[in-house]
């Protein structure tokens, strides 16, 4: 069973870079083409998928957010993390990790995180 944890801090300043970690358990991250990605839901809103990153590096961002978006793998410690760059009050969100691209088989809980000074 593979299961996936958000993890990081819920409160984020302005112009701040917000970090989130999603451990992943349950899958061996020895295939390369597995896709690990972000996903966000901001408040009354729908989903928003904000990018991926394979087992072996490759990275996939979405348009509108790859100039702020940084996504990297670790197989060792079994974790991918986010990084998004000048976040502001728009950035509020409840961040998923999942697996997959375009169809997702395992999500994690979610994590909220608010951008507020």
């Known amino acids: 069973q593979v299961q996936l944890q958000e993890s990081g801090p819920g409160l984020v300043k302005p112009s701040q870079t917000l970090s989130l970690t999603c451990t992943v358990s349950g899958d061996s991250g020895t295939t390369n083409y597995v896709y690990w990605s972000w996903i966000r839901q901001p408040p009354g809103k729908g989903l928003e998928w904000m990018g991926a990153?394979?087992?072996?590096?490759?990275?996939y961002y979405s348009p509108s957010l790859t100039a702020r978006t940084s996504i990297s793998r670790d197989t060792i410690l079994n974790q991918f993390t986010l990084q998004l760059s000048s976040v502001t009050p728009e950035d509020t969100a409840v961040y998923y990790c999942?697996?997959?691209?375009?169809?997702?088989?395992?999500w994690g809980q979610g994590t909220q995180v608010t951008v507020s000074s």
């Open positions: 990153v394979t087992n072996n590096g490759y990275t």
């Open positions: 999942a697996r997959g691209l375009r169809v997702f088989d395992y």
